[in-house]
T-cell receptor
């Protein structure tokens, strides 16, 4: 039982490049979400999904796309990276939208130059 | 405007000391959580409090939810170097809103 896994651990992009941050969980959780963590800003919700095929926007969704084709995977796509997207990205999952117990992945540190 | 204010922002103490960190808001939350995050890792849930006035203990850590459900505190007794980390509080507003709002965190360093 690996929990929540994220790849890559580190990534450097040039402005305008695109990439996908991968997130997977093996706990059969319905609810998955993406956060970004910036110094002095705390964790902010980007997008979330309450189940396969269902996604919705969080607090800071601009510049990011998500899809949820399976229960296990919830990739985050940056279509055209900008320096403002330099951050640490965390994926999280929990059994259902109303559940309290939430599990975070180890994070992806992204730098956009 | 930060919905959840955490204080202090930084705290450096010696092993064996006691400490309290705070999480305050002008808004009411249906539940509040505390997480600990170590460098290079994701946050790990420590506790969830859901009732005003509720007190929960986790070994040397004591968590309290304010009577009005607008604030919370985390007290650590006899701190150890292993307690070092970023402590985050996160609140859920309730009703159909299940989204979590996070505070900016308190960075605790316990020196041996």
């Amino acid at each position: 039982n690996a929990g929540v896994t994220q790849t890559p651990k580190f990534q450097v992009l040039k402005t305008g490049q695109s990439m996908t941050l991968q997130c997977a969980q093996d706990m059969n959780h319905e609810y998955m979400s993406w956060y970004r963590q910036d110094p002095g800003m705390g964790l902010r919700l980007i997008h979330y999904s309450v189940g396969a095929g269902i996604t919705d926007q969080g607090e800071v969704p601009n510049g990011y796309n998500v899809s949820r084709s399976t229960t296990e995977d919830f990739p985050l796509r940056l279509l055209s990276a900008a320096p403002s997207q330099t951050s640490v990205y965390f994926c999280a999952s929990k059994l259902q939208v109303g559940s309290y117990e939430q599990y975070f992945g180890p994070g992806t540190r992204l730098t956009v130059t | 405007t930060q919905l959840l204010e955490q204080s202090p922002q930084f705290l450096s103490i010696q092993e064996g000391e006691n400490l309290t960190v705070y999480c305050n808001s002008s808004s009411v939350f249906s539940s509040l959580q505390w997480y600990r995050q170590e460098p290079g890792e994701g946050p790990v849930l420590l506790v969830t409090v859901v009732t005003g006035g509720e007190v929960k203990k986790l070994k040397r850590l004591t968590f309290q939810f304010g009577d009005a459900r607008k604030d919370s505190s985390l007290h650590i007794t006899a701190a150890q170097p292993g307690d070092t980390g970023l402590y985050l509080c996160a609140g859920r507003r309730g009703g159909s809103n299940y989204k979590l709002t996070f505070g900016k965190g308190t960075l605790l360093t316990v020196n041996p």
